[in-house]
């Protein structure tokens, strides 16, 4: 089975440049997409086709993927995006999530 | 602007079916996949499976023995069963529109608010 691994945790300072990883074999060949799950809320699609945002997404949030590794960055990252972050990747007709990252802003 | 709302039993026995529905608001079911996301408490996401508007489905193998996806055009809603439930099912059970493109782009987007499924006695 394919395996997407994300880091467990990322800390970033108010206004600094958050990146979350998510890694699989040969994850630049697939398309990758993320989400935001803050506490007690059901999870939100943040980026899907690797660096695609949807309506109402703010342009902090950016994605990108190459070799084995997808990138999410959230630039001037905000009190606001503290949450969990998952990736999510298809592979052989099944869907696959990673682990994911909880990312505290401090 | 389309939503999904899930419905069904918050407490089920183990070894019974757990049987949840989600009912699509503000668009058609038509012309799209709908799919089953769990997630256990304090843990991640699992792809549980999606059904087409036609009814074709796709399950994740670790779950296929015990999962049944149903969908009710006339009704907008599409269902989940899954069962011989045990502890380890308990979870939140999420519903969401799938995208899959031709070349192979996938995102869930919009997704239900969840309710939390409890096995126990």
């Known amino acids: 089975s394919y395996d997407l691994t994300q880091p467990p945790s990322v800390s970033v300072s108010p206004g600094q440049t958050a990146s979350i990883t998510c890694s699989g074999d040969?994850?630049?060949?697939?398309?990758a997409s993320w989400y935001q799950q803050k506490p007690g809320q059901s999870p939100m699609l943040v980026i899907y086709?690797?660096?695609k945002r949807p309506s109402g997404i703010p342009e902090r949030f950016s994605g990108s993927n190459s070799g084995n590794t997808a990138t999410l960055t959230i630039s001037g990252t905000q009190a606001m995006d503290e949450a969990d972050y998952y990736c999510?990747?298809?592979?052989?007709?099944?869907?696959?999530f990673g682990g994911g990252t909880k990312l505290t802003v401090l | 602007q389309v939503q999904l709302q899930e419905s069904g039993p918050g407490l089920v026995k183990p070894s019974e079916t757990l049987s949840l529905t989600c009912t699509v608001s503000?668009?058609?079911?038509?012309?799209?996949?709908w799919s089953w996301i769990r997630q256990p408490p304090g843990k991640g996401l699992e792809w549980i499976g999606y059904i087409s508007y036609s009814g074709s489905t796709n399950y994740n193998p670790s779950l296929k023995s015990r999962v049944t996806l149903s969908v009710d055009t006339s009704k907008n809603q599409f269902s989940l069963k899954l069962s011989s439930v045990t502890a380890a099912d308990t979870a939140m059970y999420y519903c969401?529109?799938?995208?899959?493109?031709?070349?192979?782009?996938?995102?869930?987007?919009?997704w239900g608010q969840g309710p939390l499924v409890t096995v126990s006695s």
């Open positions: 969401a529109r799938f995208t899959v493109t031709n070349s192979l782009v996938t995102w869930f987007d919009p």
């Open positions: 503000g668009g058609s079911i038509s012309s799209y996949y």
């Open positions: 999510q990747a298809w592979d052989s007709s099944t869907v696959v």
């Open positions: 040969k994850l630049g060949d697939k398309y």
């Open positions: 086709q690797d660096s």
